[in-house]
């Protein structure tokens, strides 16, 4: 796979997010099942998670988001050309982000879903380098969101307490060469350890005619081995972000920022330890989230541009990782908004 997306680059220029109102912490958590905040903070790093309420669908908050991120590039919704939507838990199954389509108004703009879990922001926005990278599209929007308190059993307490809901968005668009925002990237894909994670469909079949039958719709919650999932993680990680900085010449002093999918704050303490990358570089907010698959890297890219840490020119390394098995890592750039003017 070369490094790189072609004759032009693809500028990060704006984000935004929405998370549910209601958060549930902990010691909430422990009123449900046997746990306790220390048990849970000692093992994950959580501290809370949203939970999205009968009003608050994944539609409403991907949409939320988008909006959010298209008035920090400046944009309106007709100069959109694309938006994918990284989801595993969408509204509808045909598609959700014709409907954030619709919400906003983008008529100009082609939508789909994309479904890569926990790997699925990082997957789309790479997916989204190659239409702007070719000169085929302008501008264009990467959603990552994902409600999966609809797919966990609330009585598991080895699932229930690292899952959260939300979304958020990036804006990008084609640019030069000189201010390309997607330096280098690598993905990855390990089917024959699908087992170790999974929202499977349900085994449920009905008779139809005669003999036949048909099966029913329906999904089992989400099933994890925790200890494999974190082994994968610790190993993968470090290695193919390792690969990408040699490719792209890059060192690790060179890197202000380790952005990483928000999983679990041992795996992120352990690849910032592998790069001697100081633990006050790797960003982290998945205390107050959990694990919010595909919106934990654009979530915490927009918390901390927002707040001031992610400043235009500062270089991060990214890496999403999970249920597939799936990992990818990518070389940015933040760049911020450039103006209105259509590149």
Same mark, same amino acid.
């Given at each position: 796979?070369?490094?790189?997306?072609?004759?032009?680059?693809?500028?990060?220029?704006?984000?935004?997010?929405?998370?549910?109102?209601?958060?549930?912490?902990? %010691?909430?958590?422990?009123?449900?099942?046997?746990?306790?905040?220390?048990?849970?903070?000692?093992?994950? @790093?959580?501290?809370?998670?949203?939970? *999205?309420?009968?009003?608050?669908?994944?539609?409403?908050?991907?949409?939320?988001?988008?909006?959010?991120?298209?008035?920090?590039?400046?944009?309106?919704?007709?100069?959109?050309?694309?938006?994918?939507?990284?989801?595993?838990?969408?509204?509808?199954?045909?598609?959700? *982000?014709?409907?954030?389509?619709?919400?906003?108004?983008?008529?100009?703009?082609?939508?789909?879903?994309?479904?890569?879990?926990?790997?699925?922001?990082?997957?789309?926005?790479?997916? *989204?380098? %190659?239409?702007?990278?070719?000169?085929?599209?302008?501008?264009?929007?990467?959603?990552?969101?994902?409600?999966?308190?609809?797919?966990?059993?609330?009585?598991?307490?080895?699932?229930?307490?690292?899952?959260?809901?939300?979304?958020?968005?990036?804006?990008?668009?084609?640019?030069?060469?000189?201010?390309?925002?997607?330096?280098?990237?690598?993905?990855?894909?390990?089917?024959?350890?699908?087992?170790?994670?999974?929202?499977?469909? =349900?085994?449920?079949?009905?008779?139809?005619?005669? @003999?036949?039958?048909?099966?029913?719709?329906?999904?089992?919650?989400?099933?994890?081995?925790?200890?494999?999932?974190?082994?994968?993680?610790?190993?993968?990680?470090?290695?193919?972000?390792?690969?990408?900085?040699?490719?792209? @010449?890059?060192?690790?002093?060179?890197?202000?920022?380790?952005?990483?999918? %928000?999983?679990?704050?041992?795996? =992120?303490?352990?690849?910032?330890?592998?790069?001697?990358?100081?633990?006050?570089?790797?960003?982290?907010?998945?205390?107050?989230?959990?694990?919010?698959?595909?919106?934990?890297?654009?979530?915490?890219?927009?918390?901390?541009?927002?707040?001031?840490?992610?400043?235009?020119?500062?270089?991060?390394?990214?890496?999403?990782?999970?249920?597939?098995?799936?990992?990818?890592?990518?070389?940015?750039?933040?760049?911020?908004?450039?103006?209105?003017?259509?590149?």
């Amino acid at each position: 796979m070369r490094v790189g997306i072609g004759p032009f680059g693809m500028a990060l220029v704006g984000c935004g997010s929405a998370v549910p109102a209601a958060s549930i912490s902990n %010691q909430q958590l422990g009123e449900r099942v046997e746990t306790s905040d220390e048990w849970i903070r000692s093992r994950t @790093g959580i501290g809370a998670r949203r939970v *999205a309420g009968p009003d608050e669908p994944l539609t409403c908050l991907a949409s939320r988001a988008a909006q959010l991120a298209l008035d920090h590039a400046g944009w309106t919704a007709d100069d959109l050309d694309l938006i994918l939507l990284a989801t595993s838990s969408p509204d509808d199954l045909f598609g959700t *982000a014709p409907r954030v389509q619709g919400a906003l108004g983008a008529s100009r703009a082609v939508a789909f879903d994309l479904t890569a879990a926990c790997s699925g922001f990082l997957f789309a926005l790479i997916t *989204a380098g %190659q239409y702007l990278g070719s000169g085929a599209m302008g501008r264009a929007l990467v959603i990552g969101a994902d409600q999966l308190s609809r797919w966990v059993d609330w009585d598991d307490r080895s699932t229930c307490v690292l899952f959260g809901d939300g979304a958020a968005a990036v804006a990008v668009e084609a640019c030069g060469a000189s201010d390309n925002g997607l330096l280098g990237f690598r993905m990855r894909s390990d089917g024959s350890r699908n087992a170790c994670l999974t929202l499977a469909q =349900l085994d449920r079949h009905a008779p139809l005619l005669g @003999g036949l039958t048909a099966q029913q719709g329906g999904f089992a919650p989400i099933q994890m081995n925790g200890q494999e999932v974190y082994k994968f993680a610790v190993r993968e990680v470090p290695a193919i972000l390792a690969e990408l900085l040699e490719a792209t @010449g890059t060192t690790p002093g060179q890197l202000d920022w380790l952005l990483l999918h %928000q999983a679990n704050q041992r795996i =992120l303490d352990a690849v910032a330890d592998r790069f001697a990358v100081p633990h006050a570089q790797v960003l982290s907010n998945l205390a107050h989230y959990g694990n919010t698959s595909a919106a934990t890297i654009p979530l915490m890219l927009d918390e901390a541009v927002k707040d001031g840490r992610v400043q235009p020119g500062h270089l991060l390394a990214s890496s999403g990782f999970g249920a597939g098995l799936s990992w990818g890592a990518a070389l940015l750039r933040w760049s911020g908004p450039r103006g209105a003017a259509q590149p």
